[in-house]
């Protein structure tokens, strides 16, 4: 009896620990990196979601109406980076609207982060950059491309 409290207890902390672990990413966290441009052709509209390990990607071309979607699976390790590099305060304290998103056609870009039920999303000009969540952008931008150029979404920027 006493040695199944024991194993019970280490799997209770190897499961604990697992949880913490830097390569587990959060499964209640999604983090959605996406651009637009009115004035475009092709696939001018492209988001991809990241949940957990799994990338699910959408793309439209406004012109011929055509809708891609799909999922992919990412690397555990992509995932664990993508989900260290969010600064939620730092998100946060953005407004949900920076500068002039796709004025003078120079495109719109997103992101948003939803932890449980709480949400927050930042839509900006097309490749903007924001020292307060850049690791952020880095890393959701670089999957982003991954993910579309690997479904062929590499039509549009």
């Known amino acids: 009896m006493r040695s199944a409290v024991v194993i019970l207890a280490t799997f209770a902390c190897f499961v604990a620990a697992c949880a913490d672990s830097p390569t587990t990413p959060a499964v209640s966290q999604s983090i959605t990196s996406g651009s637009s441009f ?3 052709w092709g696939f001018c509209f ?3 979601t990241f949940r957990g390990a799994f990338a699910f990607y959408l793309k439209r071309d406004f012109g011929s109406g055509e809708v891609a979607s799909g999922k992919t ?3 555990l390790q992509e995932a664990a980076d993508l989900a260290k590099a969010v600064d939620w305060e730092a998100l946060q304290a953005l407004p ?3 500068g002039c998103p796709d004025c003078t056609d120079g495109g719109a870009e997103w992101i948003e982060v939803q932890r449980g039920e709480v949400k927050k999303r930042v839509v900006f000009e097309f490749g903007s950059d924001f020292p307060s969540i850049q690791p952020l ?7 982003r491309r991954n993910v579309l150029e690997g479904v062929g979404a590499a039509e549009a920027p």
Request: glycine share 10%.
């Open 137 to 143: 952008l880095d890393a959701s931008r670089t999957l």
């Open 46 to 48: 492209q988001e991809v």
């Open 96 to 98: 949900e609207v920076i």
């Open 73 to 75: 699976r990412l690397g």
């Open 38 to 40: 009115g004035e475009c």
